[in-house]
């Protein structure tokens, strides 16, 4: 089934083909949304938003992209309208509660040094220029090629490049200074 197809279907009610694409991004999603809110709980409510749009909107996908990369899009505007409507800048791990200790995946086993380092590293993202907070979250959490990356935000795969090296410039060097 192509893209199209697997749209029509979702479109038209079909629990079977929504349920295997929901279960096949359903992890991507949510480390996408995490990595931008740094919140378990604020992350999963977010996938939960991003496929009732798909579930609810699949009629509208025209196929100029692929189904993933709309998808991706879609997630990336609700998490960005969802920081702006609460008005929220920066986001603290709370390193006394375990659920809170994702990088890929859940991690309990982390030192409080580990988590101290993770808090430090989320806030050096969070202080990076949107568009390279957006490239280099969709790049290290959600292991996307720069090809999709551009796709998704709109941009050249060049202006990609340049945004993650970028990025992991201006990560490096304050990490190092901390």
């Known amino acids: 089934m192509d ?5 029509q279907e979702i479109a038209n009610g079909n629990q079977i083909v929504f349920e295997k694409f929901f279960e096949e991004y359903k992890l991507k999603v949510v480390n996408l949304c995490y990595g931008m809110v740094h919140n378990k709980d604020e992350a999963e409510d977010l996938v939960q938003d991003v496929f009732i749009e798909i579930f609810s909107s699949a009629k509208n996908f025209q196929g100029k992209s692929k189904l993933s990369t709309w998808l991706y899009r879609i997630a990336v505007n609700k ?15 709370n390193i006394d509660d375990n659920e809170n200790c994702l990088i890929n995946e859940e991690r309990i086993d982390l030192t409080i040094e580990e988590r101290e380092k993770i808090t430090h590293l989320h806030k050096v993202i ?4 949107s568009k390279q907070k957006t490239a280099i979250i969709l790049f290290v959490y ?11 935000m709109g941009c050249s795969v060049s202006a990609i490049e340049v945004l993650i090296f970028r990025a992991k410039q201006s990560i490096k060097k304050r990490m190092v200074n901390n």
């Open 126 to 129: 969070d202080n990076l220029p």
């Open 79 to 93: 998490t960005i309208n969802h920081l702006r409507k609460n008005k929220i800048k920066k986001f603290f791990l």
């Open 142 to 152: 959600d292991e996307l090629p720069q090809k999709d990356i551009a796709e998704v």
């Open 3 to 7: 893209d199209i197809q697997i749209a």
